[in-house]
């Protein structure tokens, strides 16, 4: 079973300050993802990382694969209200497979205005 | 936003009764996913579908049941419901077999009393 952990379980930031949630590792993801959820709402799909060393950024969020391929990081700059929510990273199996994503327990993120 | 439309999105059964959860698609993927949401667990794969009458298990199956006739139609059957499955239950599409950009419903909130 591959297993993902996310950390921290929970930030509470004032808005304007800086965040990075973590998601590792011990097993081989193809691609990882990661999904912003809002309360009632399903998960929606923010970035996918393939390549190890990747780097994405999708406005004041920067994404980053690692170079083994079995951990991710989620920066945000100048975190604003908006960006609370249920951040959860998830892995791609190896090999191809139609048998789902293994995610991770999530970040709650609160941005305090 | 994916056409995925989940029914019913409420719901409180009895423990022992049956319970039949649906998730609709107008996108044509070939891929189908259930996953429950639980504090503490994260997103659990129930079962997957990889086209019409194939389905397998996944992680979290025992207790449940699919059927896949239609393309577009999904259903999860909880045989005979239990405490234990008051979940958040999310369906989820995917027009690749390797789980990358996945989109999901909205989400059945199930109580079992």
């Known amino acids: 079973t591959q297993l993902l952990e996310q950390s921290p379980q929970f930030l509470s930031i004032q808005e304007g300050e800086n965040l990075t949630v973590y998601c590792n590792s011990s097993?081989?993801?193809?691609?990882l993802q990661w999904y912003r959820q809002e309360p009632g709402e399903g998960p929606v799909l923010l970035v996918t990382?393939?390549?190890?060393?990747e780097v994405k950024k999708l406005k004041r969020l920067t994404f980053q694969f690692g170079d083994a391929r079995k951990d991710s990081s989620l920066h945000i700059t100048a975190a604003q209200p908006g960006d609370t929510g249920l951040y959860l990273c998830?892995?791609?199996?190896?090999?191809?497979?139609?048998?789902?994503?293994?995610f991770g327990k999530g970040t709650h993120l609160i941005i305090q205005p | 936003d994916a056409g995925i439309t989940q029914s019913p999105r409420h719901k409180v059964t009895e423990t022992g009764t049956p319970v039949t959860l649906r998730c609709h698609q107008t996108?044509?993927?070939?891929?189908m996913y259930w996953y429950r949401q639980d504090p503490g667990h994260g997103l659990r794969l129930i079962h997957y579908?990889?086209?019409?009458?194939?389905?397998d298990k996944g992680e979290v199956s025992d207790g449940y049941s699919v059927s896949r006739s239609k393309t577009e139609d999904f259903l999860l059957t909880l045989e005979s419901a239990t405490s234990s499955q008051t979940s958040v239950y999310f369906c989820?599409?995917?027009?690749?077999?390797?789980?990358?950009?996945?989109?999901f419903g909205q989400g059945t909130r199930l109580t079992v009393v």
């Open positions: 579908s990889y086209g019409v009458k194939d389905t």
């Open positions: 996108e044509n993927h070939r891929y």
């Open positions: 998830a892995g791609a199996p190896r090999g191809g497979g139609a048998d789902g994503l293994t």
């Open positions: 097993s081989v993801f193809s691609s």
């Open positions: 990382v393939v390549t190890g060393g």
């Open positions: 989820a599409i995917s027009d690749s077999g390797r789980g990358t950009e996945a989109f």
